[in-house]
């Protein structure tokens, strides 16, 4: 008899999990509490697999033999309450995919910066001529590809609740760029919680894999020390420190591994600003590790083209910058994109709350924005901490709202900023949503 495996969340995860598991021979069934995408319902019918949606059906799902659960259903909806209490075995699609290839790995987590890293790496791969698949956050699922279109590498967004249900999988290569605060509703508001998940990223790594970290991260130095890493350690940092691998130095950008060293002007990056400085650092010494030839790194970190919804320059209207960040679903990257600012900003705030510190950039706000805007369903505790602080503060509703309210406080050689700190659930579908209705409203003025 098959082993039964049901597959919960039936969107990108979800369904690319339940096709190479169906692939692989088992009764496969998926359910979905919410409405299944038109496409994804598509590619469950034609392979036969058979999925509900809008409900979970306990008899269909209590005899699992595993389940694989979406990243987004947190531990403790009522059905994952359920399987956990009979002791069923709740996996991820990485960790389930991860079965059924012996690809290397190269895995990337932090809680700012990782998509960038993630599509930065994958660009220098493929312009060097690897044939590396794009999964995790980005790109089509892991699962998917390794039951249809294998590589032989791949490169992964990783989040903090992906791995949280990572037990045997390994990163060949795993990048951790940095730790601030963030999901801590998902942690039961315990930072260490938080941390224990990001640090996930290293087990079962062994002498052999490599280990890619921001040196000057405090909560990474003190997490190194505490669990001293099996694997071969390459921390970058701004400048040349001890026993870093990749840093800049007389304007260079300098790289350092067994492979050999690179160096490029730092000017001539694609990206600008020291985040990015940072996630170029992690993706080149990834490169350099995958032995790839100097020339060609530096030919594709000149010529990435950036993500879209961070840090986005959408248009200029009568004088006035809009930058789209609607990716900044967290205070420490509003930090990045308020640091990178040049100019006075009307600063646009808001959205699910996470459990949110605005301390950390309160004192940017005070030397940079003169007008905040919050957009939110509920803005009582960014009225809490700014009023005051702040010589004028609106509210909005939705994003017409914002971006009328932003386009008559902001002055000529001011710009408009979209960087949120929150989640985008409370008045749009996602973040990508947000950052379309932004960009569209903004083309409209």
């Given amino acids: 008899m098959s082993k039964r495996m049901v597959i919960l969340g039936a969107g990108e995860s979800g369904t690319g ?10 009764d496969v069934f998926v359910s979905d509490s919410s409405v299944i995408k038109p496409n994804y319902k598509a590619m469950l019918d034609a392979r036969g697999i058979r999925w509900e949606e809008g ?20 531990d403790k909806a009522p059905i994952i309450r359920k399987l956990k209490e009979q002791g069923t075995p709740i996996i991820s699609e990485i960790e389930f995919a991860g079965r059924y290839t012996d690809a290397t790995m190269i895995c990337i987590t932090g809680s700012n910066g990782k998509t960038t890293t993630t599509l930065l790496t994958h660009h220098i791969l493929t312009e060097a001529g690897v044939d590396a698949g794009l999964a995790g ?10 039951a249809e279109s294998p590589h032989p590498v791949y490169v992964i967004e990783l989040s903090s609740f992906q791995l949280d249900n990572m037990y045997q999988f390994k990163a060949d290569i795993a990048i951790l760029l940095n730790i601030t605060p ?52 390459y921390p970058f940092a701004e400048t040349h420190e001890a026993g870093t691998k990749g840093y800049v130095e007389n304007n260079q950008i300098i790289v350092e591994t067994t492979n050999g060293i690179f160096s490029m002007e730092e000017e001539l990056l694609a990206l600008t600003g020291k985040h990015n400085l940072y996630n170029s650092l992690a993706a080149t010494i990834t490169a350099k590790i995958m032995d790839l030839k100097n020339e060609k790194i530096r030919e594709a970190l000149r010529s990435f083209s950036g993500v879209e919804h ?18 900044a679903t967290n205070v420490n990257s509003c930090w990045y994109a308020l640091q990178s600012m040049r100019t006075p900003v009307v600063l646009i705030l808001g ?48 994003m017409e709202e914002a ?42 003025l």
């Fill in 137 to 146: 956050n980005v790109g089509n699922s892991l699962a998917l590809q390794v």
């Fill in 310 to 327: 961070r840090l986005e320059k959408v248009a200029r209207v009568r004088g006035v910058d809009y930058i789209n960040d609607s990716k």
């Fill in 55 to 74: 409900h979970h059906t306990e008899e269909a799902i209590l005899n699992a033999d595993e389940v694989v659960k979406s990243p987004g259903i947190p």
């Fill in 403 to 444: 971006v009328a309210k932003a386009y008559r406080m902001a002055h000529k050689g001011d710009t408009v900023l979209l960087s949120p700190c929150c989640a985008s659930f409370d008045l749009f579908k996602c973040y990508e949503d947000r950052g379309d209705q932004f960009k569209a409203c903004v083309r409209n």
């Fill in 17 to 26: 999990a339940a096709i190479l598991a169906k692939k692989e021979g088992f």
């Fill in 182 to 233: 963030d999901h801590l509703d998902r942690y039961n508001y315990e930072m260490q919680n938080y941390v224990d998940a990001k640090f996930r990223i290293l087990q079962n790594q062994t002498a052999q894999d490599a280990f890619i970290f921001w040196n000057d991260d405090p909560i990474i130095a003190r997490e190194i020390r505490k669990r001293n890493p099996a694997a071969t350690l």
């Fill in 351 to 398: 959205g699910t709350d996470k459990g949110n510190d605005y301390s950390e950039i309160e004192e940017l706000v005070k030397e940079k924005v003169h007008s905040l805007i919050f957009l939110g369903v509920d803005n009582t505790k960014l009225h809490q901490f700014f009023d005051g602080k702040v010589a004028e503060i609106e509210d909005a509703r939705s």
